[in-house]
């Protein structure tokens, strides 16, 4: 079963608009850790926000906000006032304390802001 | 500058050839991953090492060969036994635990034909 679910494949907004990337995740562990990257069209994969299962505190980074809720398993991501340059596939990400190292990641969300 | 290289960035071979490709880092981590990346689909691994001289398979190593001997270097040799060889591959690396983020080379694009 897929631990890690983007339901939305594409998405396409217009530049300036709000947008909301969904994550839904899957464990049986109390303890574990969620991730979001970037993967623009170079193809390099961009970390940008970690959190763990006991900090449920949503996070603003600049445009960038994580909405963390255990009660949904869901750990979504607003970008704010899109920009051209968000245009890219986003990834979510999760890693349980009883696998290790070892990270399950969605198939990703493309997203295209369009000028 | 601290990272991690994939050389070469584009990598063509014709089938029935083995192929290594080339991870180095720089970050002194010690857990070094490969993964796997085709159109339109999420990032599937196919081996990772948590320590020198150790390694594990992830979910598609059919196919797959991988060393460890130094800290540093991680490559990945595709053999002529991985029937779709044709695909980005991505390398990465972080500290142990699952608690740490994996940092990113940028990728090899592999075509076998």
């Known amino acids: 079963a897929q631990k890690v679910t983007q339901a939305q494949t594409e998405i396409s907004v217009v530049e300036k608009e709000d947008v909301t990337l969904d994550c839904v995740y899957e464990?049986?562990?109390?303890?574990?850790?969620l991730f979001w990257y970037k993967q623009p069209p170079s193809g390099e994969l961009v970390f940008l926000i970690r959190?763990?299962?006991?900090?449920?505190q949503n996070e603003i980074s600049g445009r960038y906000s994580w909405n963390f809720q255990k009660s949904t398993s869901s750990f979504n991501f607003t970008i704010t006032a899109s920009q051209v340059v968000d245009s890219a596939v986003y990834f979510c990400?999760?890693?349980?304390?009883?696998?290790?190292?070892?990270?399950?990641f969605g198939t990703g969300t493309s997203l295209t802001v369009i000028p | 500058d601290g990272g991690i290289t994939q050389s070469p960035k584009y990598l063509f071979r014709k089938e029935g050839q083995n192929v290594t490709l080339s991870c180095e880092q720089n970050?002194?981590?010690?857990?070094m991953y490969w993964y796997r990346q085709d159109p339109g689909q999420g990032l599937r691994l196919i081996y990772y090492?948590?320590?020198?001289?150790?390694?594990q398979k992830g979910d598609i190593a059919e196919g797959y060969s991988v060393s460890r001997e130094k800290k540093e270097s991680f490559p990945l040799t595709v053999t002529s036994a991985q029937k779709n060889p044709t695909a980005f591959y991505l390398c990465?690396?972080?500290?142990?635990?699952?608690?740490?983020?994996?940092?990113f080379g940028p990728g090899t694009r592999l075509t076998v034909t």
């Open positions: 464990t049986r562990d109390t303890t574990y850790y």
């Open positions: 990465a690396s972080s500290r142990a635990g699952a608690s740490y983020e994996q940092y």
């Open positions: 959190r763990n299962s006991f900090d449920e």
């Open positions: 970050l002194n981590h010690d857990a």
């Open positions: 090492s948590q320590i020198v001289n150790d390694f």
């Open positions: 990400a999760l890693s349980e304390a009883n696998t290790g190292n070892q990270f399950y």
